[in-house]
């Protein structure tokens, strides 16, 4: 059974830094593009970063240059290193592993920038 299992989230100052990380379990990730997805409260749900299986990453306009993606493939493993963090940041951050043709995604974890 595939299980994704966010870590990391919490209340942070604007302007500091937090890394989350997510844990996949149940089967072969490495070909598959990892990523991170937030869903704000009242929004959609919107791409964070991603990440392939070759390492080549995109991010979201709003945080590039903030936060960076990376990837642990022996570990089964995927970061999220954000920094000078925003009250806008604030969201649930969803882990995602996938590919054309499957998708899963970890339940989320909270982070709140208070303005």
């Known amino acids: 059974q595939v299980q994704l299992v966010e870590s990391g989230g919490g209340l942070v100052q604007a302007g500091g830094s937090r890394r989350l990380a997510c844990t996949a379990s149940g089967s072969d990730f490495s070909i598959m593009t990892m990523g991170w997805y937030r869903q704000a409260q009242g929004k959609q749900r919107e791409m964070v970063a991603t990440?392939?299986?070759?390492?080549?990453?995109d991010y979201a306009e709003p945080v590039k240059g903030r936060f960076t993606i990376s990837r642990d493939n022996g570990k089964n493993m995927v970061y999220l290193q954000m920094s000078s963090l925003k009250p806008e940041d604030t969201a649930v951050y969803l882990c995602y592993i996938g590919s054309s043709r499957i998708s899963y995604w970890g339940q989320g974890i909270e982070v709140i920038v208070p303005s």
């Open positions: 990440i392939t299986s070759r390492g080549v990453t």
